[in-house]
C-alpha cells in the first residue's frame, strides 16, 4: 500500500512540475487565449483543455529540432500533436508571439508559412500553398491578424498587419494591412475603418460609351443576319 502511495505522489509531483513548467514558459500564449476566447473561464482550463495551446506547445518543441535539422524527429512531434489535437503546424513554419488557435481542429500550417505575432487562427483555417512549387509557397501573415473559421490562405502571399479573414473565404492574393475580406475568391470589403463601396470602384465600372458601341455592333449583325 506504502508503495503504491509512492508512486502515487511521485506522479502527482511530476505532473505539478509539469504544469508549472507550461504555465511559465507559456505564459503569454495562455493569457493571449483567455484574452481572445470569451469562453476561456480559468488559466488551468486553457492549460488542460485547450488543443490550441497543446499544438502549439508541440510546435515549440519541434521547430529547435526542426532548425538543427533533426526533420524526422521534428515531423513525429508534430504528427503527435495532430493526433492529438487535430492541428497540423509544420515545424519548419515560423510563429509568433500571443498565437492562439481557437477549437483547433482542422486548422494546417505549411512549412514555409510565417506567422506575425497576436495573430488569432480558428477551425479548419489553412495557410497553404497552390501546388508543388519549391522554396517559399505558404503565406507570411502580419501581427495581430485574425483568420475566420474554414478560411483558406493559399501561396506565397502577404496578409498585412490588422487584418480579418472572413470565414470560408478563399484568399489568393496580398492583403493590405488594415483590411476585411471575405469571399471567394476574397474581396477586401473594409480598409482603415471604411466600408468598401464597389460602386465607387472604378476599375470595375463599365464605359457606358463603350457599352453604346456594342450595342449598335450587335444590332447591325443582327440586321445583317435576317436580310
Ligand atoms: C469577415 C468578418 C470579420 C466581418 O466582420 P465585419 O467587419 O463586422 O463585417 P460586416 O459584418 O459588417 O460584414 C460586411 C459584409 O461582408 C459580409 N460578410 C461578413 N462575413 C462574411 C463571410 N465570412 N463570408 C462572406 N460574406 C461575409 C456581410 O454580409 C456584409 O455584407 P453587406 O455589406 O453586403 O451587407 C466576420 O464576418 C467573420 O467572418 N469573422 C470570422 C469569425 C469566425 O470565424 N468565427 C468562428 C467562431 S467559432
Known amino acids: 500500500m506504502a508503495y503504491l502511495i509512492n508512486i502515487l505522489v511521485i506522479v502527482l509531483a511530476a505532473f505539478l512540475v509539469k504544469l508549472a513548467f507550461i504555465s511559465a514558459v507559456f505564459y503569454a500564449d495562455i493569457k493571449a487565449a483567455q484574452k ?90 489553412t495557410l497553404g500553398g497552390t501546388g508543388i512549387v519549391q522554396g517559399k509557397r505558404h503565406p507570411t501573415i502580419g501581427n495581430n491578424v485574425v483568420i475566420g473559421a474554414g478560411a483558406k490562405v493559399l501561396g506565397n502571399i502577404v496578409i498585412g498587419d490588422n487584418s480579418y479573414i472572413g470565414a470560408n473565404a478563399v484568399v489568393v492574393k496580398d492583403v493590405p494591412p488594415n483590411s476585411t475580406v471575405v469571399g471567394i475568391p476574397g474581396r477586401i470589403t473594409k480598409q482603415d475603418g471604411k466600408k468598401m463601396d464597389t460602386d465607387l470602384d472604378h476599375a470595375r465600372i463599365l464605359d457606358p460609351i463603350m457599352q453604346s458601341i456594342e450595342e449598335l455592333q450587335d444590332r447591325v449583325r443582327n440586321i445583317e443576319k435576317n436580310k
Open 36 to 125: 481572445r476566447d470569451p469562453a476561456a473561464k480559468s488559466f488551468l482550463e486553457v492549460i488542460l483543455l485547450y488543443p490550441g495551446l497543446h499544438a502549439l506547445i508541440y510546435y515549440r518543441l519541434a521547430h529547435p529540432l526542426y532548425k538543427m535539422r533533426l526533420f524526422f524527429l521534428a515531423r513525429m512531434l508534430s504528427q503527435i500533436a495532430r493526433f492529438s489535437t487535430g492541428i497540423e503546424i509544420h515545424p519548419g513554419a515560423q510563429i509568433g508571439k500571443r498565437f492562439f488557435i481557437d477549437h483547433g481542429l482542422g486548422v494546417v500550417i505549411g512549412e514555409t508559412a510565417i506567422v506575425g505575432d497576436d495573430v488569432l487562427l480558428y477551425q479548419g483555417s
